[in-house]
Structure formats: structure tokens, C-alpha cells
């Protein structure tokens, strides 16, 4: 999977050029208790960096759910991850609601996102920071993965009331990590 050229021909949905580095997925999973987390979302896993290291502190009764809008990531992603927890949707985090609807009754646990807000029109953004709430257990926490500081606080104080944050300069380009908690 050429990540530059999805990059290129789709920069408007495709985050990075280049895979998340170990630090930096370290960092993103280090503010998550894994032994609570019974169904998780990855919003974006794209070539499955992030969705791997999710897999390997995941317990094994767990589920994840991938939810990549990219035919194209998906089929990489159900090639290269032989994971019976791991479920691939191929549609977009708008519908989260109606994704976790499909599968029974039941939130997440946790919602991961490596989307680019930056790069998605404001009503996008909205409507999904609204669907990951609502598919949020109360005091559950969404951890988003972006490279800019400018776009994402705003939202997540509407949407969560705040949130906490981490810097990575370990890498291309440097990562801020996002943690915010469904209140009520």
C-alpha cells in the first residue's frame, strides 16, 4: 500500500505520507487503561500502524472496530491483520451511531482517531466529534492523534468540556495527542 499516493490523490481524508512512529503510538496508547476497554473504534486506521499496536494491548475477549471511508486502506487492512477482534467498516465516522446500532445494543469503550481535522470542512469535523460522543459510554474517552495544535482543543472542549494533551517530537511530523472524556 503506497501511503504517499492515497496521500496525494485523497489529502483531504488521508492524514499522514508517512506511518506513525513507535513513540508516538506509545504515547497515544499510554493514556488508555486497556483491562476496561471491551469494545474500542478506530476512527482513520488507514494502513494499520496504530490499529496493530491497539490489537496488542487489547484483551483477547475485546473488539475493535476500523472504520476507514478508503476501500482501499480497508482491503490492505483486512489483508495484512489476521485479528478475529478486528472488525474493518468501510464507512465513514459520521455514522458511528448507526455502525454500533448495527451490532446490538452497546457504546465504546474508547474511540481512537488519526483523521485530520485540520484538513475536513467545519461541519464535517462537527458531525464527527458528535458521533464519537454519541457512541461513547458516559466517561468513556476519545484519543485523537493529530499534527497540528490549532483545530482540535476547540472542538473538544465544545463537545467534551476539555481535554488533556502530550507532544511527541519523535515524529514525521511531530504528534499532538488528544484525550477527552465523555461527561454525564
Known sequence: MNVIKQFLSDWKTTGAVVATSQF???????MVDFSRIKLAVEFGPGSGAITKCILSRMRPDATLI????????????R????????????????????????????RAD???????????????????????????????????LQYTPWVLPRLLRR?????????????VPPAFVYSAARGD
Open 24 to 30: 508516538t503510538q506509545a504515547t497515544m496508547l499510554d
Open 66 to 77: 476500523g472504520v476507514e471511508i478508503n476501500p482501499s486502506f480497508a482491503e490492505v487492512l
Open 159 to 171: 463537545y467534551f468540556g476539555g481535554y488533556h494533551f502530550r507532544f511527541n517530537l519523535l515524529n
Open 79 to 106: 489483508e495484512r491483520i489476521a485479528d478475529s477482534r478486528l472488525e474493518i467498516v468501510v464507512d465513514s465516522a459520521t455514522h458511528l451511531p448507526a455502525i454500533l446500532e448495527a451490532r446490538g445494543p452497546g
Open 110 to 144: 474508547c474511540v481512537f482517531s488519526s483523521l485530520p481535522f485540520m484538513n475536513l470542512p467545519p461541519d464535517l469535523r462537527d458531525e464527527i466529534l458528535q458521533a464519537a460522543r454519541e457512541g461513547l459510554k458516559p466517561g468513556a474517552q476519545l484519543v485523537a
